[in-house]
């Protein structure tokens, strides 16, 4: 079939926007003939042609009915032109929900009217209207289990009408897939409803205001109609008929309503008793709900609850609200009592406290609960350092680790400071900054920590010091003497007749107590509260100090056991090193007492530890020379000479010892004179120079008296040596000089030195070859004295004759001539002073054949022994010590 019509264009729609059967004009272009050519009117797809009223062929008027889209376009479908386009679209909006009793503009389908006895969410009281969707955005349930919901917001509620309404639940329930877009438009929409209802009636006027434009231009046509029949029957006019039926329309309404409203009125009444109920159950449960909760360790809970009975029912005039409230302050108060004990129980943790703290100054205990818990956990702390030292001294006759009893006690000792104090201190802190209570407990009033925080913390620092001086008490009487200890007494003793630790272990005390030092002063505690451990730390270097070096005494002491008599090729024996490095090994375990940690004092501060120090490092030199005058002593039998063995660079080791391996009495004379030699060079200014790297005070002291002390031993050792080897000899001169009735005065012509000299020759090369197989460095100094007393007692021989013959002179000056000769080498000024007195004694020669043949002599004898006296000849030149 043709057409002969353009199609319908439709190009504008008003309003172009608006809530189902909102009434519009639509108007365009080939919008029809007439009503019968409108065949078809939809508006966002929704088909409005019931409602539709064909007014012209540019305009048509329609309500718009419930569609499925938002926005959409507006098509008009005619006979004549057929199915038409829109260029303009029409927004619907979603319609507010309205409850049975709202005023609303217009009429409202009442199959799609909101009625709250339909919504079953749970919790919500009966009869309760409200809107459904507050927010004005698309409500989606069912994601997060109610069982979860409640169980994350205990006691609260997703029902905006509730006093324990939750908006985070609300949100999680019905928008929990919402964007923050969504979000700032309901917002909007809340806003945009608080204005609505504060506008009140005239919010209502305007809603509706095309609809009483609609009602005026009814009531306008009904007017013009009535005029333009111009008649009005008897029973008066159209206009007075129409008022009455609306008059009597109303009163039907208003009948029909009044049973509603009635009902509403009661629903109301009926509500708010049930709300009142709901208040008072909660005051008559909360005394079993209380002791329920007590039970299952629900403090918090509790705590809400009473604070809202409190606040609902602390001023009550109803006499039964007074007894309930009466129960539940005793439950209460018992709830404190326990708070309390459970606070002031020990041991307890630092969170425990705090929560027990936090409760009772929720619950306005009286008092000042946190200061009594740190008064609590101050004499638990002492109490448990002194069952410490008590369960230590009753373990101590068994006791059998390798770590000293007395040592591990003050490791268990401090390693329970360590782990209680800072705690402790902590909870002080907490007490003073506020932190333990709530914001509530702070504001209430019923703390009043300002007003005696400085006696607070005079207090505190007490229990802080006595804690201090509990720990360094026990240490001082474990592990120093009772001089030492101040005041220690048997109160912290019950370590009597114990032997004082060694230095080592003494150092193993002091580095754990250092360190506990830094882990009190690592919590920030004032080093004024911590001074009273640097001083114990001090007290014990300063013991540590004089212990190690009385014991390096007693070790240096038992050095002479370990004598092995083996001599190296300067004439050594190991004995001296042994010394040295006994000495070094002590200073090196002392190293760390001596250094000065950060806040400590030196050692050597005061002067009696200096001069105490000092006269110990002086007790280790003389020590060792005690040490070496005993070796030097020792009777022959005593002497163990098993192991004896030589160096073989040195030829001819003390001669016939190969023989039987025995030391004389000479040999251990010289061996230790060699030692004290070196001890002179080296050793001694060795250790004089450790002393002075370790920081030793009174340097020069130690060395001057160590010094004094071995020349004073080594001239002992020394003469006595002179005294075995030197007095034989001279003893030997006299009767070898007057051997077979020997005269001066009458003699042969000599033929060249007779015997006796030989023979003093002879010993004193066996004292030369002694000393020189033992020092090299002693020869000159032996050989010298020896000399000097076989010159000396030659002179006195010389003068003590009366008078010489020809031949008895030219013998005696061979002789003499031949022993200066021989020993010309190790001459000293006495010796030649002694040898030119025995030549001036002599009878000068009468003349040149004398002094030939005593040239000839002396050359005929020098001669003979030139193999013994080649030891004189390699001789170093001649020493000035005696």
């Not at 008072?280 to 709900?289: E, S």
Request: charged letters at 25%.
């Amino acid at each position: 079939m043709s057409r002969s019509r353009q199609p319908p264009l439709v190009t504008g729609i008003s309003p172009n926007e608006g809530i189902p059967w909102t009434k519009v004009t639509i108007r365009g272009e080939n919008l029809g003939t007439g009503p019968a050519d409108l065949i078809g009117l939809t508006i966002c797809g929704h088909n409005c042609l019931l409602t539709a009223e064909w007014m012209s062929a540019s305009k048509i008027v329609c309500r718009v009915g419930q569609a499925k889209n938002d926005k959409g376009d507006i098509i008009v479908t005619t006979k004549s032109g057929g199915r038409g386009t829109s260029t303009v679209s029409f927004k619907l909006l979603r319609p507010e929900k309205i409850g049975i009793l709202d005023q609303s503009a217009v009429w409202v389908d009442e199959m799609n009217y909101y009625d709250m006895r339909t919504d079953r969410n749970k919790g919500i009281p009966p009869l309760s209207l409200r809107p459904a969707n507050p927010l004005g955005i698309e409500i989606e349930k069912g994601k997060f289990p109610q069982k979860d919901l409640e169980t994350l917001f205990p006691g609260m509620s997703a029902d905006f009408t509730s006093e324990n309404f939750s908006a985070a639940w609300y949100l999680i329930e019905n928008h929990s897939s919402a964007s923050f877009e969504q979000l700032k438009m309901a917002i909007t929409h809340l806003k945009r409803q608080a204005n609505k209802k504060s506008e009140g009636s005239l919010a209502y006027v305007k809603g509706g205001l095309s609809t009483f434009f609609e009602a005026q231009d009814a009531l306008s046509a009904i007017h013009q109609k009535l005029e333009a029949d111009g008649t009005e029957k008897v029973e008066g006019s159209m206009t007075q008929k129409l008022e009455n039926v609306l008059n009597r329309a109303s009163n039907t309404a208003d009948a029909l309503f009044q049973e509603v409203l009635g009902r509403k009125d009661k629903a109301d009444s009926t509500r708010n008793a049930l709300n009142v109920l709901q208040r008072f159950k909660f005051l008559f449960n909360l005394p079993l709900n209380i002791e329920r909760n007590i039970q299952k360790g629900d403090y918090d809970v509790v705590i809400n609850d009473y604070e809202k009975a409190k606040s609902l029912f602390g001023k009550t005039e109803v006499q039964v609200f007074k007894k309930y409230y009466a129960e539940v302050e005793t439950r209460i108060e018992a709830l404190r009592e326990l708070l309390l004990e459970k606070l002031l129980e020990t041991p307890s943790t630092l969170h425990d406290q705090k929560r027990y703290i936090r409760h009772l100054s929720d619950l306005h205990a009286p008092g000042d609960p946190a200061w009594q818990c740190i008064g609590a956990q101050h004499r638990w702390i002492l109490q448990l350092m002194h069952g410490c030292r008590e369960g230590c001294v009753r373990d101590l006759k068994a006791w059998r680790c390798k770590t000293p009893h007395r040592v591990a006690f003050v490791e268990k000792l401090t390693k329970l400071v360590l782990s209680q104090l800072p705690n402790f201190w902590k909870l002080w802190i907490s007490y003073v900054n506020g932190s333990l209570f709530s914001e509530t407990a702070e504001k209430s009033g019923h703390i009043e920590r300002s007003k005696n925080v400085r006696q607070r913390q005079n207090d505190f620092k007490k229990m802080i010091q006595e804690v201090m001086q509990c720990l360094v008490k026990l240490v001082r009487g474990a592990l120093l003497p009772l001089g030492a200890a101040e005041g220690g007494g048997r109160q912290h003793g019950g370590w009597e007749g114990k032997a004082e630790l060694p230095g080592q272990w003494l150092a193993h005390v002091i580095q754990t107590l250092r360190l506990t030092y830094d882990s009190l002063a690592a919590l920030e505690i004032p080093s004024d509260l911590l001074q009273t451990i640097q001083d114990l730390v001090l007290d014990l270097r300063v013991r540590c100090v004089v212990v190690t070096l009385q014991h390096t005494a007693e070790d240096i002491k038992r050095l002479a056991e370990k004598e092995d008599w083996v001599v190296d090729s300067e004439g050594l024996t190991s004995l001296p090193c042994r010394f040295e490095r006994c000495v070094l090994l002590s200073l090196q375990s002392l190293r760390g007492v001596l250094e000065c940690k950060p806040g400590e004092a030196s050692v050597f501060q005061h002067p009696k530890t200096q001069e105490e120090v000092c006269q110990l490092s002086i007790n280790i030199m003389q020590g060792f020379l005690y040490c070496l005058e005993q070796l030097s002593t020792k009777p022959d039998a005593d002497v163990d000479t098993a192991h004896l063995s030589v160096d073989v660079s040195s030829p001819d080791l003390f001669g016939s010892i190969h023989e039987d391996f025995g030391l004389t009495s000479e040999q251990r004379l010289l061996i230790v004179l060699s030692n004290c030699c070196y001890l002179e060079r080296h050793t001694f200014l060795n250790i004089a120079e450790h002393f002075e790297k370790h920081n030793f005070q009174g340097i020069e002291k130690i060395t001057q008296v160590s010094m004094a002390s071995l020349k004073d031993l080594d001239q002992r050792l020394f003469e006595s040596y002179i005294e075995l080897k030197a007095d034989p000899i001279v003893g030997s001169l006299e009767p070898g000089i007057y051997a077979g009735y020997f005269d001066w005065r009458d003699c042969l012509p000599p033929t060249g030195v007779r015997n006796y000299l030989k023979e003093a020759l002879v010993n004193i090369i066996a004292v030369h070859a002694e000393v020189f197989t033992v020092s090299k460095d002693l020869v000159p100094r032996v050989l010298s004295r020896v000399v000097e007393a076989v010159s000396e007692e030659l002179s006195r021989l010389m003068q003590c004759v009366s008078s010489f013959s020809r031949n008895g002179a030219l013998q005696a000056r061979l002789e003499i001539c031949t022993l200066r000769d021989t020993v010309a080498a190790h001459l000293t000024l006495e010796s030649r002073s002694s040898f030119k007195q025995a030549l001036e004694a002599l009878p000068q020669l009468s003349g040149g054949a004398d002094r030939k043949l005593l040239e000839e002599l002396l050359s005929r004898v020098k001669s003979g022994m030139h193999l013994q006296l080649a030891c004189f000849q390699a001789a170093p030149p001649p020493a000035v010590k005696t």
